[in-house]
Nanobody, 124 residues
Framework: QVQLVESGGGLVQTGNSLRLSCAAS????????MGWFRQAPGKEREFVAT????????YYPESVKGRFTISRDNAKNTVYLQMNSLKPEDTAVYYC?????????????????WGQGTQVTVSS
């Protein structure tokens, strides 16, 4: 069993930055690929970023590529999402997820564990 707790959300203005953190419980964190997803009101949960268990591979959708960076610190059981040049359309609840495989994935159903989410609001 893995428990994930996100933090770092908040209200920011367009163009500013935020860094989200996701702390994971358990001794097998370094074996799991991790992902970030987001869900805006009335919309489906969508893929934001993923990172392999080793941290060597990362993938992003076009909507955030070049602005968001996912990283991890396996010694601290933590994954991060650095979000720069934020836009109002980035407003959503952001969720951290873990999958019991080393390879990263952008597919929601590929993940086995989810955090409770943290709200990010970008004002124009």
């Amino acid at each position: 069993q893995v428990q994930l707790v996100e933090s770092g959300g908040g209200l920011v203005q367009t163009g500013n930055s935020l860094r989200l953190s996701c702390a994971a419980s358990g001794r097998t964190f370094s074996n799991y690929a991790m992902g970030w997803f987001r869900q805006a009101p009335g919309k489906e949960r969508e893929f934001v970023a993923t990172i392999s268990a080793s941290g060597r591979s990362t993938y992003y959708p076009e909507s955030v590529k070049g602005r968001f960076t996912i990283s991890r610190d396996n010694a601290k059981n933590t994954v991060y999402l650095q979000m720069n040049s934020l836009k109002p359309e980035d407003t959503a609840v952001y969720y951290c997820a873990a999958r019991t495989y080393a390879a990263p994935s952008g597919l929601r159903y590929a993940y086995d564990y989810w955090g409770q989410g943290t709200q990010v609001t970008v004002s124009s």
